[in-house]
């Protein structure tokens, strides 16, 4: 189990690395090449595989543009090393989001060794955190532990293992939006539409009362 997965970018950045410092000649002689700690103006991209093989795609030196390979054992020890350099923000960005008064939270399939896992994300709007797990549900939310003891409001999707955290709970509205055009159109009825204008004005009621720098929408206005 991996939790607050780095993004590529961050890979690099963690390591400081950039790029690979050649010559012309290295670069005519050898496509397979060492690295070491760079300038920062140097961007290097890399690409993962499904299978963890990696290929450096794009070395950036400048302005200039190298088709480069670099040996998949040394983008294996960065990506351990960025493991450890990036940890504390990792465990930071966790307790930022255990603390926020509001937390949006999903969750999505992925392959890993060609196996399905879950990407499991916890959002504010500061913040995002990452866990994989084998486990869609309420045992990844526990063995992550960042929501564990979650007590503030938790966004989602009405997926049911949610609801087995002791906190308050609202539903995703664009969820709601969704399955709620599905019904307008699979079942001709009238009411989900109503629903459906019913939600949006709650919403443009919002963004208004922010605007104006209103914390609550008039009663007077709920109950219209």
Same mark, same amino acid.
């Given at each position: ?18 790029? &690979? ?16 700690? /760079? ?25 200039? !543009? ?18 450890? !350099? /990036? ?15 509001? @937390?949006? &939270? ?16 916890? @959002?504010?709007?500061?913040?995002? +955190? ?16 960042? !929501?564990?003891?979650?007590?503030? &409001? ?13 906190? &308050? ?21 009238? +009411? ?29 206005? @709920?109950?219209?």
């Amino acid at each position: 189990m991996r939790t607050g997965l780095c993004t590529r970018g961050m890979l690099l950045s963690a390591l400081g690395f950039g790029a &690979v410092v050649l010559s012309g000649e290295n670069i005519r002689s050898s496509n397979k090449v060492s690295v070491c700690p /760079l300038d920062p103006g140097f961007v290097g991209v890399l690409t993962m595989s499904k299978d963890m093989q990696y290929s450096c795609r794009h070395i950036f030196t400048g302005s200039d !543009l190298y088709q480069l390979d670099i040996s998949p054992g040394t983008l294996h020890g960065w990506t351990h090393e960025a493991d450890a !350099l /990036l940890s504390p923000s990792v465990q930071a960005i966790a307790q930022q989001v255990s603390q926020s008064p509001v @937390v949006h &939270v999903d969750e999505s399939g992925l392959r890993v060794q060609a196996k399905l896992q879950w990407l499991h994300t916890s @959002v504010t709007p500061t913040h995002t +955190w990452y866990g994989v797990h084998p486990k869609r549900g309420i045992e990844a939310v526990n063995a992550f532990g960042v !929501l564990k003891d979650y007590a503030d &409001v938790l966004v989602h999707d009405c997926w049911a293992p949610y609801w087995l955290i002791q906190c &308050v709970h609202a539903l995703c509205n664009a969820h709601l939006l969704r399955e709620l055009t599905f019904l307008a159109q699979s079942s001709g009825q009238a +009411w989900p539409q109503r629903m459906m204008d019913m939600l949006l004005a709650a919403h443009r009621g919002c963004e208004r009362a922010r605007t104006q720098g209103i914390t609550a929408v008039p009663s007077r206005q @709920v109950l219209r």
